[in-house]
């Protein structure tokens, strides 16, 4: 991830609130091309996101049934079992969630370099997506 990315994700990880969020992840939409093509800043169900391919791959929890600063980032069904089970002090799940491919993230117990790596696999995983989508059509 580069410089702007960085800077999004330590102020995320220090538990910021939806404002600060936002105003966080403005100067992101500027930088974010260079170290993540195709990746956009915008909203997703009114919470501050990353998208690529205008589809959501890390966004701010706004579901009731979230814990408060909570990172939903999209990693499909096997990745979300793996993460869960290996730290679940970190990774859970709430019903509202299950049938979609995403897991929800504690920002206040993951370690920065974890959060970086997870938000590059969410970038990831949705590109493959849109990928198969795109075949298919």
Do not use: W
Not at 56 to 75: G, I
Not at 101 to 122: F, M, N, Q, Y
């Amino acid at each position: 991830l580069g410089a702007a990315a960085h800077c999004f994700l330590q102020q995320q990880y220090e538990g910021v609130g939806l404002g600060n969020f936002r105003r966080a992840i403005d100067p992101l939409d500027q930088t974010v091309h260079l170290a993540m093509p195709d990746v956009d800043a915008g909203t997703t169900f009114g919470s501050p996101a990353l998208k690529i391919h205008r589809r959501m791959f890390a966004c701010q929890a706004t579901q009731k049934s979230a814990e408060p600063h909570t990172l939903v980032a999209s990693v499909g069904f096997d990745r979300r079992d793996e993460l869960i089970a290996a730290d679940p002090d970190v990774y859970y799940l709430k019903e509202h969630y299950v049938n979609y491919p995403v897991v929800l993230v504690r920002l206040s117990r993951i370690h920065l370099d974890a959060l970086k790596g997870l938000v590059e696999t969410a970038r990831r995983f949705e590109e493959s997506r849109a990928r198969k989508r795109k075949l298919r059509s």
